[in-house]
């Protein structure tokens, strides 16, 4: 299986078309997006090419290839113009293709976090998480459960890039990279 991962995209259109240029080039089967995709909250400032419209346009050309879930920056609202879900507080995908199967979990981070996390999953499994901004990829040798946070695509806080990033998930392999800044 292979999956672009996106999170915080906060309404930026300009951020988007470059992921999206990724997923092109990649041509994953899966976008994974781990929520607040149309708007920037009170906490962040409006990021560069803020045009949520023009988000769910590209967004709902993909439909078929997303996954996503539901950020704190998200409103039911918002489903009125995204043509694929995006309500869930989580989603578990099963990657059976990989050398041995694997479970992969996506959520935003804003209810289950790291420190508190609620489910108990196999060795093995990812879980994809959002929400800080801050681009993370860590295994943890007591659990075997990898922990990637892809960063922001328009508001990125530091991590692995200080500039916007995504990961990608290639058959149990997973990157974080630079998307690029403005």
């Known amino acids: 299986m292979k999956a672009l991962i996106i999170s915080d995209i906060h309404g930026s259109a ?3 078309e470059k992921a999206l ?8 089967d899966f976008l994974f997006i781990l929520g607040d995709v149309l708007y ?3 906490r962040n400032p ?3 090419g803020h045009n949520p419209m023009r988000v769910a ?3 709902n050309g993909l439909k078929d290839k997303i996954i996503a879930v539901r950020g704190n920056c998200d409103a039911e609202i918002d489903q009125a113009v995204l043509k694929f879900p995006c309500s869930g507080d989580y989603a578990i995908v099963e990657d059976a293709g990989a050398d041995e199967k694997r479970m992969l979990f ?5 209810l289950y976090e790291r420190e508190s996390f609620p489910f108990d999953l196999p060795a093995g499994s990812v879980v994809f998480s959002g929400h800080t901004h801050v681009s993370v990829l860590e295994t943890d040798p007591k659990t075997g459960i990898t922990w990637c946070n892809p960063g922001s695509i328009s508001l990125p806080k530091g991590g692995l ?3 916007p990033s995504y990961a990608e998930y290639i058959d149990g392999k997973i990157e974080v990279k630079e998307l690029g800044g403005d």
């Open 14 to 16: 300009q951020q988007l």
């Open 46 to 48: 409006l990021p560069g």
């Open 57 to 59: 346009e590209l967004l």
């Open 21 to 28: 240029a990724q997923f092109e080039r990649l041509q994953p």
């Open 161 to 163: 890039f200080s500039t």
């Open 106 to 110: 996506l959520t935003h981070g804003h």
């Open 40 to 42: 920037h909250g009170p």
